[in-house]
Nanobody, 119 residues
Framework: QVQLVESGGGLVQAGGSLRLSCAAS????????MAWYRQAPGKQRELVAV???????GYADSVKGRFTISGDNAKNTVYLQMNSLKPEDTAVYYC?????????????WGQGTQVTVSS
């Protein structure tokens, strides 16, 4: 059973930086996308950044130029470097990995890590 374990969240002042990590336990093959989502209180979960298997990254407009997603398929790990953080970045951040293996399509989520940005 694959599990995604996130780390790196915490409390930071506006303008600061954090680096989130998400490591998958177990073997994952056929990864199609590695992504980070976030959910703020009272809001829907939203896509923050994605890195498909071709390596072409995508970002929400609200984080472009500030956040960088990177992945290490060999280690089944995805990172999110967050710079110039703003109070509106406060949310629970979730990593997500999906793909297709011999068993079919899979879609794994981490448990979430809290990021709080103080003004």
């Amino acid at each position: 059973q694959v599990q995604l374990v996130e780390s790196g969240g915490g409390l930071v002042q506006a303008g600061g930086s954090l680096r989130l990590s998400c490591a998958a336990s177990g073997s994952i093959r056929g990864i199609m996308h590695m992504a980070w989502y976030r959910q703020a209180p009272g809001k829907q979960r939203e896509l923050v950044a994605v890195i498909p298997s071709d390596g072409v990254t995508g970002y929400a407009d609200s984080v472009k130029g500030r956040f960088t997603i990177s992945g290490d398929n060999a280690k089944n790990t995805v990172y999110l470097q967050m710079n110039s953080l703003k109070p509106e970045d406060t949310a629970v951040y979730y990593c997500n990995i999906d793909g297709r293996s011999e068993s079919g399509y899979y879609n794994h989520w981490g448990q979430g890590t809290q990021v709080t940005v103080s003004s």
